[in-house]
């Protein structure tokens, strides 16, 4: 399979190009796309939470110790004395990350249930859920954040698959078919049990209609094409079609602005003029 590295690599490259091209619509606020473009990294790295050992599951549980530590000691803040405070802060941050870390790991099996498109679907839906109602940001910001994540994801199974073909030696590897996979056919309970999370985060998710409508929009669409490519001089300088522009030729103004998803949901972004 492909190590952290390759996978937080690709995950970037991705995760950049999508964030470009979600940058190029002008359809999001920057600040809103900076946590939407890290959710798709984070998904090009999440399959691996199974694995014990693994950067991303010690950073995982480490990370949710952090949180729910800290949230206990701000709910308690006025009810128990500092030494009670420090006891129930510490208590809770060794619960969360070994603890549960150890737990977890006692039923998880690497290249499992996790390597799957069904965790993939959980996973969207519960950064939406997050991004909603943790983060408080718009309806099409959380599944924008869902959506990213759900591609890292994917990702990540698509190059574990490729790593498992042998091309030098032209032979497959016997893991092959192991991470791109709807789910865990060897381990039905654990198919069945993330089938149950799975519904049980879909219906508590935001509405989609924002992110549908917006993504299925033609002049969206319409708009990318007409700036895939520079309309006269790349970056101002060299000439599409004769080599170099005249020295001191001004570029046209971008038409990029700090667009971000209407407030009332209901209507998708209208895609940005083309600069003249």
Do not use: C
Request: overall charge positive.
């Amino acid at each position: 399979m492909a190590n952290f590295t390759t996978h937080i690599a690709v995950g970037t490259v991705v995760s950049g190009a999508l964030a470009t091209l979600t940058l190029a619509a002008d359809v999001i606020a920057p600040e809103n796309l900076i946590a939407v473009t890290m959710a798709g990294v984070l998904g090009s790295v999440l399959p691996d939470i199974d694995l014990k050992d693994s950067r991303p599951s010690k950073a995982m549980f480490s990370g949710l110790g952090i949180f729910f530590s800290f949230a206990v000691l701000f709910s308690f803040a006025t009810k128990f004395s500092i030494a009670e405070l420090w006891i129930l802060w510490l208590g809770t941050l060794v619960l969360f990350r070994y603890g549960l870390h150890t737990a977890f790991h006692h039923l998880a099996i690497h290249r499992g249930i996790w390597h799957s498109i069904l965790a993939a679907v959980f996973s969207a839906g519960a950064t939406a859920v997050v991004f909603y109602y943790v983060l408080g940001r718009h309806e099409g910001v959380a599944w924008l954040a869902g959506a990213f994540l759900f591609l890292g994801f994917i990702t990540h199974l698509i190059l574990d698959e490729l790593y498992s073909v042998d091309v030098m030696d032209t032979r497959v590897k016997a893991s092959f078919g192991t991470a791109l996979k709807l789910f865990d056919r060897r381990y039905p309970y654990a198919s069945l049990g993330m089938l149950a999370a799975t519904v049980a985060v879909l219906s508590i998710t935001p509405p989609t209609k924002t992110f549908t409508v917006g993504l299925s929009s033609r002049n969206l669409w319409a708009g990318l094409n007409e700036r895939l490519l520079p309309q006269d001089k790349w970056f101002g300088i060299l000439d599409r079609n004769s080599g170099l522009a005249k020295v001191g030729t001004t570029a046209a103004p971008s038409s990029v602005t700090t667009g971000s998803i209407p407030e009332n949901g209901s209507k998708a972004p209208a895609a940005p003029a083309t600069a003249p």
